[in-house]
């Protein structure tokens, strides 16, 4: 079979047939007649390295559009003071610990010292409520993030519902463990 075409295509009859049509195929100028638009091609250019910032300057765009778009929910702000109760709760410890480590006396020696200042006691519990309200705020919404993994509770009434209710139980339990 292979034999067969080979010895067709070398027939001059097909060859010469072939031979005129090279002429008209290099005068023809198909994307004039179909009225398509010639494409130029350029040379290709990496993107120029831009700062992010830098960009966000130069196209007029506010830093944080967000912040001046939405009013402030309930529910963003919970989000952001939990996070700051975890971070107070965390530099507590972090002072708690080093202090033990560096501190020359121990914790009997430095509470009276604090008593011999004669503060009042409005005073005390006053200082003892600003030490125990993170832990009561970041206890009382650790619970409702507990409850929300039970797929509980995450329609927006009874987010706004929990919320304040973990509002009134952290001023409680900040006030119980101040009461101490």
């Not at 994307?31 to 290709?44: C, E, G, L, M, T």
């Amino acid at each position: 079979m292979n034999f067969y075409c080979c010895s067709r295509l070398s027939n001059k009859s097909l060859l010469g047939s072939l031979a005129k049509l090279r002429p008209a195929l290099r005068t023809a100028q198909y994307a004039q007649s179909a009225s398509v638009p010639k494409i130029s091609f350029k040379p290709y250019e990496p993107p120029k390295d831009e700062h992010f910032d830098l960009k966000n300057e130069r196209l007029n765009r506010p830093m944080s559009p967000h912040l001046t778009i939405y009013k402030p929910q309930l529910t963003s702000l919970l989000s952001v003071t939990h996070r700051a109760a975890g971070i107070m709760l965390s530099g507590y410890i972090t002072a708690l610990g080093v202090g033990a480590l560096v501190l020359p006396n121990d914790v009997a020696h430095y509470v009276t010292m604090i008593e011999g200042l004669n503060l009042s006691p409005a005073t005390i519990f006053l200082a003892k409520a600003c030490l125990a309200a993170p832990l009561g705020y970041h206890f009382a919404n650790g619970i409702r993030h507990l409850y929300w993994d039970t797929a509980k509770g995450l329609t927006i009434k009874e987010v706004y519902s929990t919320g304040y209710a973990m509002l009134a139980g952290a001023v409680a339990i900040s006030l119980f463990l101040a009461a101490l």
